[in-house]
């Protein structure tokens, strides 16, 4: 905790993270209950994610760097993020073994505890949870270290340890271009060039509407995750799900942590990374995971009891942070 700071400033932003964390938590039950009784069905679940994908979250990126200060000390993020990676896979590789667990299911431990969702909700939670963050490196983990390790290491590993056929054993390049340019990518690097040309804030006209399109982001993830909760899967998968969960979401904030302080990041950039490694389960790793022959029940599960948890544990790590 940083010296002389005002306690009403720390009440305030632990408050603020925790009853957006909780608003979380309220909407993917709403979600569940719309699945539930048959008003939003698993198909409609991919029109959420394209919403996201191609309107919101471009309008959340691109507010969000037009409005930064962007420095080069903002580069060391995503290395921060590479080095998390590489500790998080061994942590799960030796939980794996110690459940002296098969191919698929090892595969399915490795990516569900080695990457986390900071797009889909890391992004949008921190954008709502007030000070004491930097946006800007939230946006940086995600599309330079998360983007990338999904479509490179996540698909490496789900090759190597699936057990579907027919599959190249290696990096899938198209789909990591394809990737890079995303709308939310492309968004994010039309903000730079605003931003470092000294465009300054955009007017009122552009960022109301963006603004509006951007806050709908994290509604609309919540909604999507109450729609893939799988009880079934939970309870066939629990002792390997449980491992990740404390994985995933304890010692992956330890992890950044530790990191985030050896690369001598300020203040907010640590506050940042160790969130942003704390992050559930990444939804592309169940996807990824299943295309290619990953334990499925591990995969579902750890989307589901990590995105659930994470919103109680996230305002843990904060004000440990604070």
């Known amino acids: 905790m940083r010296v002389g700071r005002p306690f009403p400033s720390l009440v305030r932003e632990l408050t603020e993270m925790l009853s957006t964390s909780l608003a979380a938590l309220a909407i993917i039950a709403v979600g569940l209950v719309l699945r539930q009784t048959g008003v939003v069905r698993d198909e409609h679940g991919p029109v959420l994610v394209n919403i996201v994908i191609f309107a919101t979250m471009p309008a959340l990126v691109f507010m969000i760097i037009t409005r930064e200060r962007l420095t080069i000390a903002l580069l060391l993020v995503p290395v921060a993020g590479y080095l998390i990676h590489i500790v998080m896979l061994g942590i799960a ?7 002296r667990a098969d191919r698929p299911t090892t595969g ?3 990516v569900a505890t080695a990457v986390g969702n900071t797009g889909f909700f890391g992004v949008p939670l921190i954008a709502a949870s007030g000070s004491g963050v930097s946006l800007s490196a939230a946006v940086f983990y995600d599309a330079f270290a998360t983007g990338v390790l999904t479509w490179t290491s996540t698909v490496v590993i789900a090759h190597s340890f699936g057990d579907a056929d027919g599959r190249s054993r290696g990096i899938e390049w198209a789909a990591l271009r394809r990737g890079l340019m995303m709308p939310p990518m ?11 040309a000294g465009l300054g804030v955009p007017s009122s006209g552009i960022a109301r509407p963006l603004d509006l399109l951007g806050a709908a982001t994290l509604p609309l993830v919540m909604l999507y995750a109450g729609l893939m909760l ?3 899967a939970l309870r066939r998968a629990w002792p390997e799900v449980s491992l990740i ?3 995933r979401l304890g010692a992956g904030a330890l992890v950044g942590l530790a990191i985030g302080t050896l690369l001598e990041l300020s203040k907010a950039q640590l506050n940042t990374v160790v969130l942003m490694a704390a992050m559930p389960t990444a939804t592309m790793s169940l996807v990824l995971g299943v295309r290619y022959g990953l334990h499925r029940d591990v995969l579902v599960a750890a989307v589901f009891v990590t995105t659930v948890l994470c919103t109680l544990t996230l305002p843990i790590v904060r004000g440990l942070l604070l």
Do not use: P, S, T
């Open 186 to 196: 492309i968004a994010l690097l039309v903000a730079m060039v605003w931003n470092l």
């Open 245 to 247: 969960a404390v994985a």
């Open 230 to 232: 799988d009880i079934g």
């Open 93 to 99: 590789w030796v939980l794996a073994r110690a459940r």
């Open 108 to 110: 399915a431990m490795l």
